[in-house]
T-cell receptor, first 113, second 114 residues
Framework: AQSVTQLGSHVSVSEGALVLLRCNYS??????LFWYVQYPNQGLQLLLK??????LVKGINGFEAEFKKSETSFHLTKPSAHMSDSAEYLC???????????FGSGTKLNVKP | DAGVTQSPTHLIKTRGQQVTLRCSPI?????VSWYQQVLGQGPQFIFQ???????GRGNFPDRFSARQFPNYSSELNVNALLLGDSALYLC?????????????FGSGTQLSVL
């Protein structure tokens, strides 16, 4: 079975600072990888997805992620944090052949003024 | 267009009771998946349905069951509720349920078991 590890359950940055949220996966085949954001009392919203077309993936709200096969990583970054970025971020990998998603445990991002 | 809709939004039950959660996918989507999200954890896969057929089942007991209707809406049933079933239950839809498709999630049903 596949698994996803998100290092750091809570990350706190100042407004304008770099955001780096870490995600490592285990997969025996080339994976499809996703980052979702979850605001309180809301469902998950897709930020970006990697499907082998390009290793650097740009998403919504200025976020991007880089797929590194040698490190089995798919870290999420944003050059300059906004207060509105405060939310929970979930990394996921989908099962081969159909979209059963394995989610990490999530990272709560707190952006301080 | 309406997104994925789930009902009810909140539910309180007692141990041993049964509960039914409902989900309507985005129009045109034929695949529905159910996830359980316990506080402080990521969502855990429960079921996936495509064209009314079960395509995948997660590591959940037989107390959990689901079905998909001809209009692609879905129900998740949980029997003999336990305190540990308290969680946010998320429904997600996609067009064909393939692994390169993104999932569109509803806002969830918050189930509390007392």
């Amino acid at each position: 079975a596949q698994s996803v590890t998100q290092l750091g359950s809570h990350v706190s940055v100042s407004e304008g600072a770099l955001v780096l949220l870490r995600c490592n996966y285990s997969s025996s085949v080339p994976p499809y990888l996703f980052w979702y954001v979850q605001y309180p009392n809301q469902g998950l919203q897709l930020l970006l997805k990697y499907t082998s077309a390009a290793t650097l993936v740009k998403g919504i709200n200025g976020f991007e992620a880089e797929f590194k096969k040698s490190e089995t990583s798919f870290h999420l970054t944003k050059p300059s944090a906004h207060m509105s970025d405060s939310a929970e971020y979930l990394c996921a990998v989908s099962e081969y052949n159909f979209n059963k998603f394995y989610f990490g445990s999530g990272t709560k991002l707190n952006v301080k003024p | 267009d309406a997104g994925v809709t789930q009902s009810p939004t909140h539910l309180i039950k007692t141990r041993g009771q049964q509960v039914t959660l409902r989900c309507s996918p985005i129009s045109g989507h034929k695949s529905v998946s159910w996830y359980q999200q316990v506080l402080g954890q990521g969502p855990q896969f429960i079921f996936q349905y495509y064209e009314k057929e079960e395509r995948g089942r997660g590591n959940f007991p037989d107390r959990f069951s689901a079905r998909q209707f001809p209009n692609y809406s879905s129900e998740l049933n949980v029997n003999a509720l336990l305190l540990g079933d308290s969680a946010l239950y998320l429904c997600a839809s996609s067009y064909r349920g393939r692994n390169n498709e993104k999932l569109f999630f509803g806002s969830g049903t918050q189930l509390s078991v007392l």
